[in-house]
């Protein structure tokens, strides 16, 4: 076993706590100095009696609090055997339900998703669903042929994402090569096809995206090492420790089940209200199918598939990082049932929390796609207009996809705070940022998460390709003209997309844990993973100023 993986097995080494934390129960130190030391003087003599000027004192981070100390929990220590939980290892003072409004509108908002589905689904049984890949005579809205589609998005979706976990998982050090690599091989490829093809919106796009990987690609190669050194400790941490892989497969399980069931809810819209006159549902006066319908049912059910997806990602990140949090702070003991004491919590009292701050997410992603929707039909519409509107569009999407950015970068290290702490969203959000401007964790930012995001990006984009080639070769009588081409492929991204991420975020949780516990508690990483602490500034020198480690 190399220096770099000895840390994992040190938690099945049978030791007592470090002497700081006492000997009954101890409350976690955040930024004070526990050794004592008052400041760097050097007041001594050397051997023939010299007494050197004195040194000015140098800042210590650890003698004064630079914010406040994080909530105190309290842990108690190994004692031979003993085993203790979660909740005894991370207690909360006084717990209640943390921004209980949040999730009572995410219930309503679920509720009201399920009313709109049974209506649609009851429309689309009895209405013009067409009989398969090509049978049927609707020409005026989606039908089985888009059901059919869908599910081979999906399928695609779930094969291609449970492969990608598997390959960090067995290849954590060609993790991020392969993941750049293929990236901008996929994208290049892609824009020659489209633009092949005179799809000029989307080759266009491919080729923007292309080269903005490979920029990326290139800035990332000085921080692969120590990026790549961060993945194989999640993984090795992840086959001792909890239960990681199983709640990112029952993630991923249900994040496609609700795909599917978006999937069909979308098609039984358009056969439902789609005004035609060859639309059964609408035979009569006309009444209840119009197009101001479509895109008002359309846009709660996107709505609130963002925030319910968003929901589930960040609840599977709030219980891995329970299950990390367990492991940087009592290795040594690691608290049973770990991954069922945070899925608890995340589901209970941080419930509202969790939703609070998915819903903030979840209104910058629908944005986001409604100027991807917007942008693709400006493209296709050619002209001088066309093009402005394609260029506006894709600015405000940049400015947009920067501000989901800046709101999920806080909000992973939030909910590593609500996982262990259990404070509500905009408290522990504070407390987490004033913690990454006083104690510089921004800057441990490693690439995981942007490889991650692109991992997500390919599949979604392998998914729209797959759904273009479907209508290519298919030829629906509904898109004879090609005004669904768009549409189809903005939503088979968001469905590739949105599995990925749900699949992939235990990769990164633990990541983001572990970045936010040396934030809190630097001592613990130094004491109890000296070998992961080496290895870090090894790779990565900085880390010592980043944690403002003297």
Known sequence: MGEADSYAASGQQERGPPQQYGQQQWQHQGYYNNSGNQGWNNQGYDQNGYQPPPQQPQYDPYQQPMYGAPPPYGVNPPKGNEQYGF????????????DWWAGILLILVFAGYVAVSAVTIRGYTTGSKGNGIYGGKNNFSLDNNTIILFACVLVVAFIFSWSYVWMARAFPKQFIWVTGILNICWALGTAIFYLYKKYWSAGIVFLVFALFTAFAFWTWIPRIPFSALMLKTTINV???????????????????ALAAWFSVTMTAIYVTYEPSKNNPKCRAIGSGCSQATVIGLMVFITFAMYWISEWLKNTIHTIIAGVYGSWYFCVHNFPKGATRGAAKRALTYSFGSISFGSLLVAIIQFLRQL??????????????????GYVVFCILGCLLSLLEWALEFLNRYAFCHIALYGKAYIPAAKDTWNMIKDRGIDALECLIGPVLSFGAMFIGFACALLAYLYLLFTHPAYN????????????????GFQIAHVFTTP???????????????????????PELYQEMVRVYPQVQQAIQVR
């Open 507 to 529: 990769l990164s949780s633990g990541i983001d844990t572990i970045f936010v516990a040396s934030g809190w508690d630097p001592q613990v990483m130094i004491n109890d993973h």
């Open 87 to 98: 909740d005894q290892a991370f207690k909360i003072a006084k717990p209640k339900y943390n």
């Open 238 to 256: 992840s086959k001792k420790f909890g239960h990681v892989y199983l709640v990112s497969l029952i993630g991923g399980l249900i994040a496609t």
């Open 480 to 495: 004879s003209t090609g005004s669904f081409t768009a549409v189809i492929m903005a939503f088979s991204f968001l469905i």
């Open 371 to 388: 100027c991807s929707v917007a942008r693709s039909q400006a493209g296709d519409e050619g002209g001088v207009g066309g093009m402005v």
